[in-house]
């Protein structure tokens, strides 16, 4: 059971340059997520999905697309890379009820040049 | 304006003694979780403890309990003999019910630094 997996960890992206961040949670959550890090500001959403074929926008969502083709995956996607998406990516996943608690992945380290 | 508010940047503790990390939360939703959040130096987010506006007693979850104050709209985070391994950056995060997907709202954070 590897719980929510980030691939790849770490990239360097000129900009103007695209690219595609996966994650894939194997715990059959309804519920998936894309968070930006940045120093001193805490997690902040960008994109959600409450289900396979849906998304939805978060509290950040300029310059970035998603897709959720299969329950158990959700593509965070950059078309033209910017310095000011130089961040630490997080993707988590949950059931749907109040109570449960969002689980993280491990964290994808963009930078943006 | 700012869902939720931690005002402390850093925090130290004595190892073994108990420290409290404040959250202040803002929502005119009757019905919403309350989280916290521990991120240490590896850089995962681990979940600590979870909070319901309902709930009628404290949340605890071994060292960890949550002061939770409705009326102050407030729940702190406390840490009851503090390990040096308890040093990390610590999240308060609100879910309000009326977004319908679950969404955190996070706040800053608090660097927490145990002294041996």
């Known amino acids: 059971n590897a719980g929510v997996t980030q691939t790849p960890k770490f990239r360097v992206l000129k900009t103007g340059q695209s690219m595609t961040l996966l994650c894939a949670q194997d715990?059959?959550?309804?519920?998936m997520y894309w968070y930006r890090q940045d120093p001193g500001m805490g997690l902040r959403l960008i994109h959600y999905?409450?289900?396979?074929?849906?998304?939805a926008k978060g509290e950040v969502p300029d310059g970035y697309n998603v897709s959720r083709l299969k329950k158990q995956n959700f593509l965070l996607g950059l078309e033209s890379a910017a310095p000011s998406q130089t961040s630490v990516y997080f993707c988590?996943?949950?059931?749907?009820?109040?109570?449960?608690?969002?689980?993280f992945g491990p964290g994808t380290r963009l930078t943006v040049t | 304006a700012q869902k939720i508010t931690q005002t402390q940047p850093g925090m130290f503790v004595q190892e073994k003694e108990a420290v409290t990390l404040d959250c202040t939360y803002d929502?005119?939703?009757?019905?919403?979780?309350l989280f916290w959040y521990k991120q240490p130096s590896s850089g995962e987010m681990i979940f600590l403890i979870y909070?319901?506006?309902?709930?009628?007693q404290n949340a605890t979850e071994g060292r960890y309990s949550l002061n939770f104050q409705k009326a102050r709209k407030s729940a702190n985070l406390v840490i009851s003999a503090s390990q040096l391994g308890d040093s990390a950056m610590y999240f308060c995060a609100m879910r309000e019910v009326q977004t319908g997907a679950n969404n955190l709202f996070f706040g800053t954070g608090t660097r927490l630094t145990v002294i041996p």
């Open positions: 988590a996943s949950s059931y749907p009820q109040t109570a449960y608690e969002q689980y």
């Open positions: 909070q319901g506006s309902y709930d009628e």
């Open positions: 999905s409450v289900g396979e074929g849906t998304t």
């Open positions: 929502t005119s939703d009757q019905s919403y979780g």
């Open positions: 715990m059959n959550h309804e519920y």
